[in-house]
């Protein structure tokens, strides 16, 4: 995996402002998603994302921001993250799922 840019903004998922935005290929790029739509994600959400789901599950059911909102796997995760202050640096957590299945 290549060195991650980093700028500050708003993460387009999680809505929090100022702070560490990484781009996210919505569909991975080993899946096709070189030059397909990306997405400014804070560092936590980033991680969290790829602990929950694998790349065939982004790349076939996740590959839009609302839809990575509206999946329930997510959710609490980020009703939780809005409440933290954007410098706040989390742990990704492994959906049980991903945890029996390895990477």
């Known amino acids: ?21 990484t781009v996210h290929h919505l569909t991975p790029k080993e899946l096709g998603g070189t030059f397909l739509p990306t ?10 994302i790829h602990a929950l789901y694998t790349n065939a599950e982004l790349a076939v059911r996740l590959h839009s921001i ?14 939780w993250i809005r409440k ?14 991903r945890k029996s299945k390895g990477r």
Do not use: F, W
């Not at 997405?39 to 969290?48: E, N, R, S, V």
């Not at 990575?68 to 009703?79: A, G, P, V």
């Not at 410098?87 to 492994?94: F, G, V």
């Open 1 to 21: 995996m290549g060195k991650k840019r980093k700028e500050t903004g708003t993460c387009e998922l999680c809505l929090r402002k100022e702070t560490d935005v």
């Open 39 to 48: 997405a400014k994600l804070c560092i936590p959400c980033h991680k969290q």
């Open 66 to 79: 609302e839809l990575l909102q509206q999946d329930n796997k997510i959710r609490k995760y980020l009703k």
């Open 84 to 97: 933290q202050p954007s410098s706040k640096l989390t742990k990704a957590r492994k959906s049980n799922e």
